[in-house]
């Protein structure tokens, strides 16, 4: 065997064993389950979450300054 061989079968070996890492790491958190909610979750009424950063962005819009042009009349 080449040294390139041995490379590339230990890269694969690698990737396949990382991918079964993910697959389990998914399966135990639950990851496949309910895989139909999803597209029904959009349909239900819900409020929605509040946004912190609309409460702070409201007060400082009136205290910002318009935008200057670079290098024409203003």
Known sequence: MSLGEI????WSLLMVIITLIYFVWAKES??????EKAKYDMLEEKD?????????NSDDDSNQKPPTQKGGKQ
Do not use: A, N, S, T
């Open 7 to 10: 490379v590339f079968i230990g």
């Open 48 to 56: 929605p979450l509040p946004w912190d950063c609309r409460e702070k």
């Open 30 to 35: 639950g990851q496949f389950k309910h895989i």
